[in-house]
Nanobody, 119 residues
C-alpha cells in the first residue's frame, strides 16, 4: 500500500508562484510514475505533469514553460513549482503515483491541495 501526503498550495496572485510537495510512503516499487493532476468543479481531472523514477517528464500544454516537476533522489518525493500563475490555474491539485511492475500497475492518489489564483 502507498500513502501520498500533499502540502503547499494556497492562495497566490496572478503572476505569482506556488509550490506543491507530495511525499509518498509505503512500497512504491523500483519503477513508478509520480505526478500532479488538477480538477475544477464540474470538470474531469486533468494532467498537469508527471515524472518517472528515471526522471522523464511530461507536461500538459498549459503547464509548459511555467511549471516544473521534480523528484528527489529517494524517488519518494515529488514537487511542482508553479510560476506565472493564471486565474485558470485555480483548482484542486492531486498528487498521483502509478506503481509499475511485471504484473501490472496500481494507481494511488493524495487527498488534494487547493490552489487559488486571484487577480
Amino acid at each position: 500500500q502507498v500513502q501520498l501526503v500533499e502540502s503547499g498550495g494556497g492562495l497566490a496572485q496572478a503572476g505569482g508562484s506556488l509550490r506543491l510537495l507530495c511525499v509518498a510512503s509505503g512500497s512504491i516499487g523500483s519503477f513508478s510514475i509520480m505526478g500532479w493532476y488538477r480538477q475544477t468543479p464540474g470538470k474531469q481531472r486533468e494532467l498537469v505533469a508527471t515524472i518517472t523514477s528515471a526522471g522523464r517528464t511530461n507536461y500538459a500544454e498549459s503547464a509548459k514553460g511555467r511549471f516544473t516537476i521534480s523528484r528527489d533522489g529517494t524517488k519518494s518525493t515529488v514537487s511542482l513549482q508553479m510560476n506565472s500563475l493564471k486565474l485558470e490555474d485555480t483548482a484542486v491539485y492531486y498528487c498521483s503515483l502509478k506503481r509499475v511492475n511485471a504484473f501490472g500497475s496500481n494507481d494511488y492518489w493524495g487527498q488534494g491541495a487547493q490552489v487559488t489564483v486571484s487577480s
